[in-house]
């Protein structure tokens, strides 16, 4: 047997920088004993603004350093790397490097629980520039409800506002209600909002302060998480190669203690990181 076949090892997770531990909390609630290992590519952050191609190049860098790490499977907990590096990454890449792991993203689980809870049919979405030009919610929604219509709103603001810890001020009130009213403007019939960036969770209460009432908001987080648990139970194989450990570890290609500081808000929890090199 091929020694690639029989890995065993942590369940990657990675992101560009601190949100995707927004669905890693998650994870963990609803998996308990599995291993994580969380990469953030923090020193190479944001990545809402930069090229398709480059943010290929970055996810894919990251993608063969959790493998190098013995992941057998990669979560993408990031938006904008699975709207713009993870159909290329599993069809071109994974064949080659090796067949028997998986990468998987966050806008796929989100797209199917959201013909759940829509009643109209119209959807808005808020992301960051990258992943609203990408047009990936759109694309991925409409193969599964085409007479759905989707509006997208980019919100560039407010990643710094959490990452600035500016999400409880005036400022994060001003440009949350500015950003909702130009999506709602949009189509006065939405009635489901997607949370399209890990990081939003943290302006939920903002969020749903400034969306009009009747207007469901969806954070990925805990559908993310049943989407994974769901996964593992339909690919027993995959599920007997993620180790059961209950442990979770942390690497960032920045600075570990500034990292494990600003982790901490999204964990809830103390943080120890270590030092990853992409290359």
Not at 69 to 80: D, E, K
Not at 161 to 175: H, I, K, N, Q, T
Request: charged share 20%.
């Amino acid at each position: 047997m091929n020694e690639t076949s029989i890995t065993q090892g942590p369940i990657g997770v990675f992101d560009s920088g601190f949100g995707g531990l927004s669905i890693l909390r998650e994870m963990r609630k609803v998996l308990p004993e599995r291993d994580f290992l969380f990469l953030g590519d923090n020193a190479r952050a944001p990545y809402g603004v930069r090229s398709f191609q480059l943010v290929y190049e970055f996810t894919l860098q990251a993608v063969k350093h959790l493998f190098a790490q013995g992941c057998p499977l990669v979560i993408l907990a990031c938006n904008t790397a699975s709207a713009k590096a993870l159909r290329s990454i599993q069809q071109r890449d994974l064949p080659l490097i090796d067949p028997t792991r998986r990468v998987l993203g966050v806008i796929r689980p989100t797209v199917e629980r959201v013909g759940e809870i829509s009643r109209t049919g119209h959807i808005g979405v808020v992301g960051t520039p990258g992943t609203i030009q990408s047009g990936s919610y759109d694309i991925e929604i409409h193969k599964l409800h085409p007479h759905f219509k989707v509006s997208g709103h980019a919100c560039p603001m407010w990643v710094p506002l959490v990452e600035y810890r500016e999400s409880d001020g005036p400022g994060a009130d001003y440009f949350v209600r500015k950003d909702i009213d130009a999506l709602m403007a949009q189509d006065a019939y939405i009635d489901t909002v997607i949370l399209g960036c890990t990081h939003y969770p943290l302006l939920l209460d903002k969020i749903r302060r400034y969306t009009p009432a009747g207007v469901t908001v969806v954070a990925q987080g805990a559908i993310v998480a049943h989407s994974l648990e769901d996964y593992l139970r339909r690919h027993p194989d995959m599920a007997q190669r993620c180790t059961t450990g209950a442990s979770c570890r942390y690497l960032t290609t920045d600075d570990p203690k500034r990292f494990a500081e600003m982790a901490s808000v999204f964990t809830g929890e103390a943080v120890t990181a270590s030092k990853a090199v992409l290359a």
